[in-house]
């Protein structure tokens, strides 16, 4: 099993910056994609943003490019999406998710590609 831990989420103003975690311990030599996943209130899972385990390849959502970036630290077994120039659109609460499969592209926003989840993550923006 894989065990995903996402930190870093909370309250921040319109225009500010935040940066996610998310830590993968257990069977992680298996994981070969790690992903975020946005839930709003009443709303489906959105998919963020994803990157390769190797760190080789990073796939974003159109709604967060050039806004988003994904970044890994393979010693701690950890990504980190930096969320800047955040919108009270971007409330939710994020996921932190992975998979065993090899993907390429069109497969990275797949919500059913992703086994195992983390608990999630609140992020509030104010206007």
């Known amino acids: 099993q894989v065990q995903l831990v996402e930190s870093g989420g909370g309250l921040v103003q319109a225009g500010g910056s935040l940066r996610l975690s998310c830590a993968a311990s257990g069977r992680t030599f298996r994981t070969r994609v790690m992903g975020w996943f946005r839930q709003a209130p009443g709303k489906e899972h959105e998919f963020v943003a994803a990157k390769s385990w190797s760190g080789s390849t990073t796939y974003y959502a159109d709604s967060v490019k050039g806004l988003f970036t994904i970044s890994r630290d393979s010693a701690k077994n950890t990504i980190y999406p930096q969320m800047n120039s955040l919108k009270p659109e971007d409330t939710a609460v994020y996921y932190c998710?992975?998979?065993?499969?090899?993907?390429?592209?069109?497969?990275?926003?797949?919500?059913?590609?992703?086994?195992?989840w983390g608990q999630g993550t609140q992020v509030t923006v104010s206007s």
């Open positions: 998710a992975a998979t065993q499969t090899l993907m390429v592209g069109n497969d990275y926003p797949r919500l059913g590609n992703y086994k195992d």
